[in-house]
């Protein structure tokens, strides 16, 4: 033991020598203790550049004052404070790259007690310094068994404070005078900052606690780095790329990638779609190539105490590429609503055995490997001026493998093929190279003239139960359904006609081939007595599995779910020679459905809002496109031929043309003012109208081939709450980008708008008749009015005027209208329906 003690103190001594002393504060600084009060002590910190290869190394004695020693407790905080006060950062167990901050300690406290208490950590909540109750410095409890050289000094590597500097330190005493009868004062003496190799500060950091998997038929093959932090932007998402080497393949298991995230806050404070990551250039999503759930031991989703929808959230957003992220203080701390699953704390394990880079033994037991393999996390939390610095925290990343078998028993959910079961073949009809077959049962079947490519098709519409709903049924094999429920079929020329009859609605289909497409159109007619709501689901199958790219979803290859694709409301699917592309053209389908791989060899579109008026009827029409080869634009290109679309339509450029203006192209900008919203809101007319036109000129004069266009929020309108009488019970905006887009108000503040605003007609509503409003976008005294464009109501007849103010007054060569389609977004968000009228 002396001849180790001999060998740690050279060490230190050399690290002493090494420093390059900055500042030194020989005298003891006394903070007092108050009750239930904090108190502190703030010690300059001048301006520095920390030179390359070396760290900012902060060190001083501190202890509460006490006739003998007695104990310890976390009792001193340390804060820094820019010089120009916007900035206070909480100097605590982590620097900003996640390495421990305390030096030359280990890793906790070690004292012959008996308890617990015998080993603590040092830092309390990693923001508290464990500090001793004793006479002096040099004094310390016998009770103390490690470390003991150090006495009662610390040394904490603060290089990522230095960035901020000029400023002050402070030294927080968090000790509660009540708690004792005698005076117990918190002491901080040699204070000294300094430089150090940071080679000399790697030797005495102590390292993270790394917590990796362990268990039967789990073996670790990479370790990365403890932690790592991510920094959050402001209005900016960031990322951190991460290198490791090519994993050796074991035939028969998985590659599974594990880590620990959250997005670190004070306490714990709900969650959201934050973390999104790549493995060589390719999204890390929900389902791998094969179509399995890529996250494991989770379930299917996240269940809270919350209400209504948001009690259950996928563990993946919409986009299928995005996993959700909690706030919280700790990697060990969830928040208490999360009612199921909490094992597994704030820990993922994604497989991801399809997109990582391999290593192989080739011939003559050769190492092959496919190189080194680039893993990409981004934040896409922003702060938005509004939030705390929440910044990303991954732990504990590592690889692990473990057999097929055992990793197919913690998925989400096992690969769902729905099997083809052909009926016998009743009606036939051939557009381009597929043939279609219609079966007896009502189900269609689309071949290839091969043979090679088989895709069918099933139908559920459903009907009202005791229990809840239930479908009637049209597929190849059977149709079940409600009782009575029975399609018949029959063909006249080139017509083939489906139709089955439920309790409430009639079903008539017909299909026919028009150049080389066939159309289909779905007549439902509401033979009811009362409104009736049907929810309906087309499904397109093929024989096999689905792999990820061999769908597209609205164009999109590698998602797996989309709605409010208006634009491009397609599902396509690819077979080994020929593919089957299906677009939406009825404006139900276009503007609401929910486009969806909906099984391993299943893609579906889908409709659960459409409503029917007593008497009425209505057809859904859907183009089912035939392509000679397995390609999406063989499919695109050919649909827009058949629809005339076949033309190009060009778009606006990003900041002012920027490239495109200085070389005299041909270019469309706009120019980035907003007509009465936003960047001119209260603004007059004549003030609008003088720099708009002032702007494009200027923009002519550079090139006189540009084409400026005005801008015009579609479906927000700003409302001076000062000028509306009793306005001040409106919800407060703030600053801009701070409050609630598709925030819902009170009956009695819905009231004030319809009555002292002109746009009752064109205001969205919800269920209980309450206005949808957004202060996120406004900033005080303003709020903006979410209203909807229908033909004839306040908003349509205003916009009308503007564009013709626009466009012949002004001179501008068009318009630029953001959502102009106000189907650009999911159906259930503030911005889209109005329940006070037929809408969606």
């Known amino acids: 033991?002396?001849?180790?003690?001999?060998?740690?103190?050279?060490?230190?001594?050399?690290?002493?020598?090494?420093?390059?002393?900055?500042?030194?504060?020989?005298?003891?600084?006394?903070?007092?203790?108050?009750?239930?009060?904090?108190?502190?002590?703030?010690?300059?910190?001048?301006?520095?550049?920390?030179?390359?290869?070396?760290?900012?190394?902060?060190?001083?004695?501190?202890?509460?004052?006490?006739?003998?020693?007695?104990?310890?407790?976390?009792?001193?905080?340390?804060?820094?404070?820019?010089?120009?006060?916007?900035?206070?950062?909480?100097?605590?167990?982590?620097?900003?790259?996640?390495?421990?901050?305390?030096?030359?300690?280990?890793?906790?406290?070690?004292?012959?007690?008996?308890?617990?208490?015998?080993?603590?950590?040092?830092?309390?909540?990693?923001?508290?310094?464990?500090?001793?109750?004793?006479?002096?410095?040099?004094?310390?409890?016998?009770?103390?068994?490690?470390?003991?050289?150090?006495?009662?000094?610390?040394?904490?590597?603060?290089?990522?404070?230095?960035?901020?500097?000029?400023?002050?330190?402070?030294?927080?005493?968090?000790?509660?005078?009540?708690?004792?009868?005698?005076?117990?004062?918190?002491?901080?003496?040699?204070?000294k900052l300094e430089y150090l190799p940071e080679k000399e500060v790697k030797k005495v950091r102590p390292e993270n606690d790394f917590k990796a998997e362990s268990g039967k038929n789990v073996s670790i093959v990479w370790k990365g780095p403890q932690r790592t932090i991510i920094k959050t932007g402001n209005f900016e998402y960031t990322h951190c790329t991460l290198k490791f080497p090519a994993i050796r393949f074991r035939k028969g298991y998985k590659t599974i990638l594990v880590f620990d995230i959250y997005l670190k806050s004070i306490s714990t404070g709900g969650w959201n779609y934050y973390a999104k990551l790549s493995l060589n250039g390719q999204p890390v999503g929900s389902y791998s190539s094969d179509g399995n759930h890529r996250l494991l031991r989770r379930g299917p989703a996240q269940f809270s105490t919350l209400k209504g929808e948001e009690a259950r959230r996928n563990w993946w957003s919409n986009d299928n590429q995005t996993l959700l992220v909690r706030f919280t203080p700790r990697v060990d701390v969830i928040d208490p609503r999360i009612t199921a699953p909490k094992a597994e704390l704030n820990r993922y394990f994604l497989d991801i055995s399809d997109l990582c880079r391999m290593e192989v033994v080739g011939v003559d037991d050769r190492l092959e490997s496919a190189g080194d393999n680039l893993l990409r996390f981004t934040n896409r939390f922003c702060r938005k001026n509004v939030y705390p610095p929440w910044n990303m925290v991954i732990e504990n990343l590592h690889i692990i493998q473990m057999p097929e078998e055992d990793v197919d028993k913690i998925r989400a959910g096992k690969i769902l093929i729905i099997p083809f079961a052909p009926g016998k073949k009743v009606a036939e009809l051939t557009a381009g190279n597929m043939i279609c077959q219609v079966t007896e049962t009502g189900g269609s079947i689309f071949r290839s003239r091969s043979g090679k490519d088989v895709y069918f098709t099933e139908t559920a519409l459903s009907y009202p139960h005791r229990s809840g709903i239930k479908f009637n049924r049209i597929a190849t094999d059977k149709s079940p359904g409600i009782s009575g429920w029975k399609p018949e079929v029959s063909q006249k020329e080139n017509t083939i006609s489906v139709s089955a009859k439920s309790a409430n609605y009639r079903f008539t289909r017909t299909i026919k081939s028009d150049k080389g497409i066939f159309i289909i159109d779905d007549k439902i007619e509401n033979t009811s007595k009362a409104d009736t709501g049907i929810r309906s689901e087309f499904h397109y199958l093929r024989e096999k599995n689905l792999n990820i790219n061999e769908f597209r979803i609205a164009g999109v290859p590698g998602t797996f779910s989309d709605t409010a694709i208006a634009s491009n409301p397609t599902l396509f699917i690819k077979g080994e020679e020929s593919a089957l592309g299906v677009m939406c053209l009825d404006d139900v389908f276009r503007i609401q459905m929910q486009a969806e791989r909906t099984a391993s060899n299943r893609i579906s579109a889908i409709d659960a809002t459409f409503g029917l008026g007593v008497g009425k009827s209505y057809t859904f029409t859907r183009l089912v496109v035939p392509a000679d080869k397995?390609?999406?634009?063989?499919?695109?290109?050919?649909?827009?031929?058949?629809?005339?679309?076949?033309?190009?339509?060009?778009?606006?450029?990003?900041?002012?043309?920027?490239?495109?203006?200085?070389?005299?192209?041909?270019?469309?900008?706009?120019?980035?003012?907003?007509?009465?919203?936003?960047?001119?809101?209260?603004?007059?007319?004549?003030?609008?109208?003088?720099?708009?036109?002032?702007?494009?000129?200027?923009?002519?004069?550079?090139?006189?081939?540009?084409?400026?266009?005005?801008?015009?929020?579609?479906?927000?309108?700003?409302?001076?709450?000062?000028?509306?009488?009793?306005?001040?019970?409106?919800?407060?905006?703030?600053?801009?980008?701070?409050?609630?887009?598709?925030?819902?108000?009170?009956?009695?503040?819905?009231?004030?708008?319809?009555?002292?605003?002109?746009?009752?007609?064109?205001?969205?509503?919800?269920?209980k008749g309450c206005a949808y409003v957004d202060t996120y976008y406004a900033a005080d005294p303003y709020i903006n009015l979410l209203v909807r464009t229908d033909v004839g109501n306040t908003r349509y007849k205003e916009l009308e005027k503007d564009i013709v103010w626009m466009l012949d007054d002004l001179g501008m060569d068009g318009i630029y209208f953001d959502q102009f389609n106000q189907a650009s977004s999911g159906i259930n968000r503030g911005d889209r329906c109005s329940f006070d009228c037929w809408d969606g």
């Open 630 to 767: 397995p390609d999406y634009f063989a499919f695109i290109n050919k649909l827009r031929r058949h629809l005339g679309l076949n033309l190009t339509i060009r778009g606006i450029q990003t900041e002012l043309g920027g490239f495109a203006i200085e070389n005299n192209q041909e270019v469309i900008v706009n120019t980035g003012i907003w007509y009465n919203y936003h960047t001119s809101a209260g603004m007059t007319k004549e003030e609008h109208a003088r720099i708009i036109t002032q702007k494009r000129n200027e923009l002519r004069k550079k090139n006189p081939h540009v084409k400026v266009l005005s801008m015009i929020e579609t479906n927000l309108v700003p409302i001076d709450k000062r000028k509306i009488p009793g306005g001040e019970i409106l919800p407060s905006c703030r600053k801009c980008l701070s409050g609630v887009y598709g925030a819902v108000l009170t009956a009695e503040q819905t009231k004030l708008l319809t009555q002292h605003t002109p746009y009752k007609d064109s205001m969205l509503f919800d269920a």
């Open 1 to 191: 033991m002396k001849a180790q003690w001999t060998i740690l103190s050279i060490f230190f001594a050399a690290f002493a020598l090494s420093a390059q002393i900055i500042t030194e504060h020989h005298e003891s600084v006394e903070i007092k203790s108050l009750v239930r009060k904090k108190s502190s002590y703030r010690h300059p910190l001048p301006a520095l550049k920390v030179p390359d290869g070396k760290k900012l190394i902060l060190s001083f004695d501190a202890y509460l004052k006490t006739p003998v020693p007695s104990g310890w407790g976390g009792y001193l905080e340390l804060r820094f404070h820019s010089g120009n006060g916007k900035k206070t950062i909480q100097i605590g167990k982590f620097d900003a790259e996640g390495n421990l901050r305390l030096l030359k300690r280990g890793k906790n406290q070690l004292s012959t007690l008996k308890t617990k208490d015998a080993v603590r950590p040092w830092w309390q909540d990693e923001k508290a310094l464990l500090t001793r109750f004793t006479p002096s410095a040099d004094k310390l409890d016998r009770r103390i068994i490690s470390s003991r050289q150090e006495l009662n000094r610390y040394t904490l590597d603060i290089t990522d404070i230095a960035q901020y500097a000029p400023g002050e330190l402070e030294f927080v005493n968090r000790f509660d005078a009540s708690k004792s009868q005698n005076a117990i004062n918190m002491r901080i003496e040699k204070i």
